[in-house]
């Protein structure tokens, strides 16, 4: 097994996101961390701000994307950046915290919007080496 960590995943036109960790909670944290990577430099976002989130669904798939629409509605929403999540799987669903602060445009220089997760490469299971990988490309 590995330490946690996200990465970008190469594709024609849009980005794909991979989280890929000791447990599957790491995993999907580690793939916001590579969604929010996506939009700005993760370096740039101080985790200043916490905002919960519950999400309910009873397939590890389902669920993942379950997680990224919900964090993009609340980045939406209260027009905020997340840089740092604690993820908690619990039945039927996950309880998270994400942190993050307020889109600065000057200080983040925001490169894309990420508009929603999609089904295309979605994948959530254990890698050969025993870690767990949360993936799916997201539409930009």
């Given at each position: 097994m590995t330490r946690g960590h996200w990465e970008h995943i190469s594709h024609p036109s849009d980005i794909?996101?991979?989280?890929?960790?000791?447990t599957k909670e790491e995993a999907f944290?580690?793939?916001a961390m590579a969604l929010t990577a996506v939009i700005t430099d993760l370096?740039?976002?101080?985790?200043?701000?916490?905002?919960?989130?519950?999400?309910?669904?009873d397939d590890d798939e389902m669920l993942f994307m379950v997680w990224l629409s919900s964090l993009l509605y609340e980045m939406d929403a209260r027009n905020m950046?997340?840089?740092r999540f604690e993820v908690e799987l619990v039945e039927g669903g996950l309880t998270?915290?994400?942190w993050g602060e307020p889109v600065d445009v000057?200080?983040?220089?925001?490169?894309?919007?990420?508009k929603a997760a999609t089904y295309a490469?979605?994948?959530v299971g254990r890698d050969n080496e025993?870690?767990?990988v949360a993936q799916c490309i997201v539409d930009v």
């Amino acid at each position: 097994m590995t330490r946690g960590h996200w990465e970008h995943i190469s594709h024609p036109s849009d980005i794909g996101i991979r989280g890929v960790a000791p447990t599957k909670e790491e995993a999907f944290a580690q793939a916001a961390m590579a969604l929010t990577a996506v939009i700005t430099d993760l370096e740039k976002v101080e985790p200043t701000q916490a905002v919960d989130v519950v999400c309910k669904e009873d397939d590890d798939e389902m669920l993942f994307m379950v997680w990224l629409s919900s964090l993009l509605y609340e980045m939406d929403a209260r027009n905020m950046l997340f840089s740092r999540f604690e993820v908690e799987l619990v039945e039927g669903g996950l309880t998270a915290r994400a942190w993050g602060e307020p889109v600065d445009v000057a200080k983040h220089e925001p490169a894309v919007e990420v508009k929603a997760a999609t089904y295309a490469g979605l994948e959530v299971g254990r890698d050969n080496e025993g870690n767990w990988v949360a993936q799916c490309i997201v539409d930009v």
